[in-house]
């Protein structure tokens, strides 16, 4: 099965992305108290919405929901609202040592001295997109540590690199019913939502 990618120049005009996460919730039927277990598994959910496309992008984008055969299809697709960091991610930046796992990344290769990544800004490594939660600044040698969520589910290498701009997660179709409803003569496509989510095991 081939992976396709979402089409440069067709901007959703709302997009939704959230991280799915598992837990379970223990009551006590005796005293009321409560015991939580945090589970792997987190995945991105993404809801797209798009108004009024024009001919062109709309034919574009409804070959890439034919080209999907449904859930079956997978795609690379990013946040539109934070395809570029709002920190400089200066330098080439890849992972330092491995295997590494877990909700950390110790990496290497950033502008020395400076800020690399602000908490909220996403990366990807592998197929897997990761979003910071704290604000990540090189030092002297240009290293640094990643704090994110969800946390790594395959292994990290030395090497890997770190994508900073446009990165993307592996999703699929939400469901088999996703499709955009047709409208006028030259708007073909009227407001519509795709929705996606992310397949962890890809």
Known sequence: MSVL???QGIYPSSCDWRLKTRSAVFESPFNGGVQTLEMPGAYWEAALTFTNLKKDKAAELDALILALDGMAGRLFL???AFATP???AGGVAVVDGGPQAGTQLAIRGCTPDQLFLKKGDYFQTGAQLCRLTEDATADGAGKTVLNFRAAIRAAASDGQAIV???PKALMML???NQAPRRSGRSLVLSSFTLKFRE???G
């Open 5 to 7: 990618t979402f089409p």
């Open 78 to 80: 990013w946040d539109h």
């Open 86 to 88: 709002r920190g400089p």
């Open 164 to 166: 900073t701009t446009q």
């Open 174 to 176: 939400a469901d088999d």
């Open 199 to 201: 397949d962890i095991y």
